[in-house]
């Protein structure tokens, strides 16, 4: 068997893992150290699509800037554990239907996309994943999607510092 087949499997796994313990911890930190493991378990499974930039990138702004921000959102925010949990009601239900539903949507367009990976030229393999191909594809094509990332972050980390102040 292939040891990066393996080691995909395992990434694979480890990810889905750590994915669920960010959903189902019950304690806000314990989900933000188990998202940073489900970046690093991401990271590993770009450098085996050969993909370095990116995992370089995935461990150094998510894992390390954004996970930083969230941590210091939830200590500001002094959030604790939740003591139980809720009785299920409407909006929860229909949040699982939904989740069941997009789940469904995916494995019906995974079954039906080609058994055979595509191919690039080399040229394009060549300039596949470099500083300079992944820049000017960001702030070109998808300028707008990235810009408006920053601003719903921003947004997001001026919310809870008003929130944190009107609680003390």
Known sequence: MNIELILFGA???????SAGTVIFARSPINSAMALVSTFFFMA???VLLWAHTVAV???LVYAGAI?????????LLNLGESPTRGKPTVARVAGGAATVGLFAVLAVIL???PAEPATL?????????TIATMGQVIFTKWLFPFEAVSLLLLVAMVGAVVVAKSRI
């Open 121 to 129: 030229s080399a040229e394009a393999q060549a300039s596949f994943g």
């Open 67 to 75: 996970m930083v921000l969230f941590l210091f959102v939830i200590m």
């Open 44 to 46: 590993g499974i770009y």
């Open 11 to 17: 990434f694979a796994l480890l990810t889905l893992l």
């Open 57 to 59: 990138m995935q461990v």
């Open 111 to 113: 079954l039906k996309l």
